[in-house]
């Protein structure tokens, strides 16, 4: 398996700013109803295979990382994270409000 570089993250990341004549159509983004500003994407069978690859590797840096660890200790960690992820979209949203 090719390795996954943090430079490829962008070409599965990114949406074009302007929406093509091609709306719709795999890798090509699709407007989101009532939020102007987001954008979907389906992506196409080489970002799908990009997306698979990604997640590889995350999982194997995720195992790597944790190695040794004590598992509830992990899983507090991640509920923690968790709650910390989830205050800060609160704090964003009501800035942004």
């Known amino acids: 398996m090719a390795a996954v570089t943090v430079r490829a993250i962008p070409e ?4 074009p700013r302007r ?13 989101v ?3 102007r500003r987001a ?5 196409t069978g080489e970002g799908r295979a990009l997306v698979a690859r990604l997640h590889t590797v995350m999982r194997s840096t995720e ?3 944790t190695d040794g660890l004590d598992p ?6 991640r509920r923690v994270l968790a709650q910390v992820a989830e205050r800060a979209r609160t704090l964003r949203a009501e800035r942004a409000g």
Request: glycine residues 8%.
């Open 33 to 35: 109803p009532g939020d």
């Open 39 to 43: 954008s979907l994407a389906d992506l």
């Open 72 to 77: 509830d200790e992990v899983q507090a960690t």
């Open 12 to 15: 599965i990341t990114s949406v």
């Open 63 to 65: 195992e790597a990382l």
């Open 19 to 31: 929406r093509p004549a091609r709306v719709g159509r795999p890798g090509h983004p699709l407007p």
